[in-house]
């Protein structure tokens, strides 16, 4: 398959490359620049990314060109261009200050392949603290804006070219453009890795992996392991066997429903209730991380017990998709552990289970896409993220079934009223906690002391940030007279108006 290989220095937009690209209907992988694959016949061309470092700090990555660069077209962005510069003989320098935020191309020239319809006086994004003083001879400019002369060169007799400024983001007006001429014009990729492809290539890949074993797979009802699940489902049938696990932290009536909807959909499932066994495993716990760890193992516990059942399964499926991948392999390495976040999967060693992870190349939207492509229900598929703890991370302090059934009715005014009012797909992800206190109130003639609830509904692109979204007054005034009219024991509603950072998406 035609590959472009991004090559990471640790920039924060590296995924942001490999999205445009896709968005190219190009297939590309991020690699750490310090462990470059084998350059196959496949690999069309490489993008070297930015990086937080100055080339002239000692510890900035040093990245070895030698098996592609002359021999491949070559893309460097920011960092990938200054340091271009610096191992060629040119000079770069700290800037005196950090060149931030908005510029405007001056001079462009279209004759170059890379600008090709790209405007003079459009605006791109900068975001460097190195500039590039001189730049040896058979460097040609081109590109300039007002302060920065060498914004971008194209190394004469190769097909190495170079920007300052950050094409994949949204800001540089013809930045997708731009990694788009590279991908055609340049690498001469042909386009053609669509959701359609991947499923087709998938599919068979999968057949020829697993023939005749068997797998098992978690569902979780989320977008990620049905998208898996209907995957490997069109490889191998009924040898797909999958678990759905009443945690009893579910929203309202999802057991249930979404069972139905897997049925629907041809999938072998078995649904378990184990509803007690958690509770029973949660009650008197209040400490956050003490409800994951809990929830995690009795979770591995029961799927594994389940698992057993099955004859002769030799391959565990899981959802797992690219940004975990790429986090896991990442140049900083494995991000620091911030909640110990349980997903579906690690099951015990002796279990002994191959893995398989068909969605392992893709992004969260492309998941989304080929969830589209295999026919699943755009209801599936455009559904808020809903961690793995489910509810027990809304419940502050200890949980109980008589908790839980508030909530869940709390949560379902909230989100029934956001999908009535066309809110919800505008929202990322919404959800109510129930706080552990009382508060005083008065119904008719008398005094109430109830429980206090909070709604939270945050716009986010991947979760590592959020805003609070600014949803109308009105419909936050008759959601809270619906849950105070109709959930009993709650007298009180607030709206969480807090971004992540420095708060966080759940509050626990
Ligand atoms: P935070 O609260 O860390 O959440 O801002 C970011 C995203 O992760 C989800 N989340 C979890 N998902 N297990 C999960 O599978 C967990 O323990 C967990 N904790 C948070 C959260 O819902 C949000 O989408």
């Known amino acids: 398959m035609q590959t472009i290989l991004i090559l990471d220095h640790g920039s924060q937009y590296t995924q942001l490359i490999a999205r445009k690209i896709r968005e190219a209907n190009v297939y590309c992988e991020i690699h750490p620049f310090n462990k470059i694959p084998k350059i196959t016949d496949e690999i069309k061309g490489v993008v070297l990314s930015g990086s937080p470092y100055s080339v002239i700090d000692p510890e900035a990555p040093k990245t070895d060109l030698s098996a592609f660069k002359g021999k491949l077209p070559v893309l460097g962005i920011c960092y990938g261009s200054q340091y271009m510069v610096h191992i060629s003989g040119g000079k770069v320098e700290k800037s005196t200050i950090r060149e931030y935020g908005r510029a405007k191309l001056e001079k462009v020239n279209n004759d170059c392949l890379l600008m090709r319809g790209v405007k003079e006086d459009s605006q791109v994004w900068m975001s460097h603290g190195d500039t590039i003083l001189s730049m040896p001879e058979d460097f040609e400019i081109i590109c300039s804006t007002h302060d920065v002369k060498n914004a971008g060169y194209k190394i004469k007799g190769e097909e190495t070219y170079a920007l300052q400024f950050h094409p994949e983001v949204t800001h540089s007006e013809f930045g997708f453009q731009i990694l788009k001429n590279f991908v055609t014009e340049i690498c001469h990729c042909d386009c053609s890795w669509t959701p359609k492809s991947f499923v087709e290539t998938t599919v068979q890949a999968l057949k020829e992996q697993l023939k005749d074993d068997k797998v098992v797979l978690g569902l979780s009802g989320g977008v990620d392991s049905s998208v898996a699940a209907v995957l490997l489902h069109r490889a191998i049938g009924s040898n797909l066997h999958c678990i759905f696990v009443d945690n009893g932290l579910l929203r309202k009536n999802e057991f249930s429903s979404v069972l139905e909807s897997y049925k629907g959909m041809g999938l072998n499932v078995t649904g378990v209730d184990a509803k007690e066994d958690f509770y029973s495993v949660l009650a008197g716990v209040t400490e956050p991380e003490k409800k994951r760890k809990a929830i995690g193992a009795k979770f ?54 191959k893995v398989v992870e068909p969605l392992r190349s893709l992004f969260k939207d492309e998941v989304r896409r080929v969830g589209k492509e295999l026919g699943l229900k755009q209801e599936l598929l455009s559904r808020h993220p809903f961690p793995g703890p489910g509810l027990a991370i809304r419940i502050l302090g200890d949980i109980t079934a008589e908790k839980v059934s508030i909530l869940q009715e709390v949560d379902a005014i909230f989100i029934d009223s956001l999908k009535e009012k066309g809110l919800y797909d505008q929202v990322w992800q919404a959800g109510a906690i129930l706080l552990p206190i009382q508060s005083v109130g008065v119904m008719g003639d008398e005094r109430t002391y109830e429980r206090v609830v909070a709604l939270r509904a945050v716009q986010s692109v991947d979760g590592m940030t959020a805003d609070w979204c600014h949803l109308p007054y009105e419909f936050l005034s008759d959601v809270s007279n619906k849950i105070i009219n109709q959930v009993k024991g709650v007298n009180r509603v607030c709206y969480d108006i807090s971004s992540k950072p420095p708060a966080t998406i759940e509050w626990e």
Do not use: C
């Open 300 to 353: 591995i516990d029961i799927f594994d017990r389940e698992a057993g059942k099955i004859k002769d399964v030799k391959w565990l499926g899981q959802g797992t998709i690219y940004p975990d991948v790429i986090e896991s392999s990442s140049v900083k390495g494995p991000s620091q552990t911030i909640k110990s976040h349980h997903n579906v999967g690690g099951l015990p060693d002796y279990m002994k289970l």
